[in-house]
């Protein structure tokens, strides 16, 4: 019995242990703007205010003209309804009955020869 139940130890080879790699942030990196990239943003905002600007403008002067519009078409309505009633009265004042009327009431006499006609168009 010289054999014992232990038996060697046997040792594995050893392996390196292995790393995962570190990630590390990246540090922020910031890109400057060039001089023509700055320019070119400046222009661009500024060009977009004046766009606004005279979209306001243009829009305020619209609506002025718009009024101006309407109330010279008012001023011509009433202007034609003045030359309607006056066209009317000129009709009323020179019917022909209401002329020999007058003409009675005044004691004139009606000469043919002299009468004028005159037509309103």
């Not at 400046?42 to 519009?69: D, P």
């Not at 002329?99 to 000469?111: E, G, N, R, T």
Request: aromatic letters at 6%; one cysteine or more; a positive charge.
């Amino acid at each position: 019995m010289l054999e014992s139940t232990a038996r060697p130890l046997v040792q594995q080879p050893e392996t390196p242990p292995i790393h995962k790699p570190v990630t590390t942030p990246a540090p922020n990196t910031h890109i400057a703007f060039s001089g023509f990239e700055r320019t070119l943003m400046f222009a661009c905002g500024v060009l977009a205010t004046v766009v606004c600007v005279v979209c306001l403008f243009m829009q305020n002067r619209l609506s002025n003209t718009q009024r101006q519009y309407e109330d010279l078409q008012t001023q011509i309505a009433k202007q034609s309804q003045t030359t309607a009633n006056l066209k009317q009265e000129i009709g009323e004042l020179s019917n022909s009955e209401r002329l020999d009327a007058f003409a009675k009431a005044h004691d004139f006499k009606v000469i043919n020869g002299n009468i004028k006609r005159v037509d309103n168009k």
